[in-house]
């Protein structure tokens, strides 16, 4: 049983570009969060996607955007980019099980914006 | 979300047991407590979560104080691989993200 996969593993991007990651969710689940951490810092939350719509965002700009296919595999697009958007994008999906979720990671994104 | 605070760091000599404290005096009663890890240049890993009992897996032991303001997360035979920063969580039935603080950065030593 696969678990959660991202791609791509690293990318290079200028200032001002856009960048697309994708993630594909552990087999059975339906539900994709994605978060973004900075070096040296905990993941921060950006949204999470259900039934292909947004269903909570955190405190991220709306260059921040997503999408989720028919198949619950995920991308997260970000447009404008800047020196600070810099860091580790991590997908994650979930369980329910004993009455509370279960989340389950990828490896990630590094993204490094020059 | 309520609060986490968690030590730093800390160290754990391989094969001893690692307890690691965290309080979570805010904490609502429709509050889990989480523990996630990351071993570096890895995603977060799931250890284990409760209410209000204790609760142990093939991972870890979870301790819940009676008033559940505080927990501990036990390893029972620490590793080398069990190095790693632990992140003590607490969240909402039903809430989407998981709060992230800074965690306790543990070192295992041979």
């Known amino acids: 049983d696969a678990g959660v996969t991202q791609s791509p593993t690293h990318l290079i991007k200028t200032r001002g570009q856009q960048v697309t990651l994708r993630c594909s969710p552990k087999?059975?689940?339906?539900?994709v969060s994605w978060y973004q951490q900075a070096l040296g810092q905990g993941p921060q939350f950006i949204f999470q996607?259900?039934?292909?719509?947004?269903?909570q965002r955190g405190n991220f700009p709306d260059r921040f955007s997503g999408h989720q296919f028919p198949n619950y595999s995920s991308e997260l697009n970000v447009n404008a980019l800047l020196l600070g958007d810099s860091a580790l994008y991590l997908c994650a999906s979930r369980l329910y099980r004993d009455r509370a979720y279960e989340q389950y990671f990828g490896p990630g994104t590094r993204l490094t914006v020059t | 979300d309520a609060k986490t605070t968690q030590p730093p760091s800390m160290d754990c000599a391989e094969g001893r047991a690692a307890n690691l404290p965290c309080n979570h005096s805010?904490?609502?009663?429709?509050?889990?407590v989480y523990w996630y890890r990351q071993i570096h240049s890895q995603g977060p890993q799931y250890i284990i979560h409760?209410?209000?009992n204790n609760e142990t897996n093939e991972m870890a032991s979870l301790i819940i104080t009676e008033d559940r303001k505080s927990s501990t997360l036990i390893l029972p035979h620490a590793t080398l691989r069990d190095t790693a920063v632990y992140y003590c969580?607490?969240?909402?039935?039903?809430?989407?993200?998981?709060?992230f603080g800074a965690g306790t950065t543990v070192t295992v030593r041979a």
């Open positions: 805010t904490i609502s009663g429709n509050e889990y």
């Open positions: 087999s059975g689940h339906d539900t």
């Open positions: 996607y259900y039934e292909e719509e947004e269903r």
């Open positions: 409760g209410l209000k």
């Open positions: 969580i607490v969240r909402v039935e039903g809430d989407y993200k998981l709060s």
